[in-house]
């Protein structure tokens, strides 16, 4: 593992549960991929794309809550501005599953 982080270091981390609103095949990246949109309460709504098609389908995720990293630059990813990081566990092969709130909480709460 890599060096440890300091408790400071880890709260400039702003990881926060947001409700998928919409989600669709994200034709124009190299690696399949879903375009996603976001609902973060009072941080507002952000795109993002994810590589989840291995476990996930479209019509499956919205609505679903997941967890997000929020902080980082905008990355430009094909033909879109990427605002957000969603997170998930990878697997052996490649899949990634989610990371969600056990329960249902309002969009915006931090992780911490």
């Known amino acids: 593992m890599s060096d440890n ?6 709260m400039k981390v702003e990881m926060v549960v947001g409700t998928i609103l919409s989600a669709e095949t994200f034709e124009e990246v190299r690696n399949p991929a879903y375009k996603m949109l976001i ?4 941080l507002g709504q952000r795109k993002t794309s994810a590589q989840i098609t291995k476990l996930y389908q479209p019509d499956e995720l919205i609505g679903k809550q997941v967890v997000a990293v929020v902080n980082f630059p905008p990355k430009q990813i094909a033909n879109m501005m990427s605002e957000c990081l969603v997170l998930g566990g990878v697997g052996d092969n490649g899949e990634v599953t989610l990371i969600q709130p056990e329960r249902s909480v309002e969009n915006g709460t931090r992780i911490g």
């Open 5 to 10: 982080l300091t408790w400071s270091d880890f």
């Open 39 to 42: 609902d973060f309460g009072p």
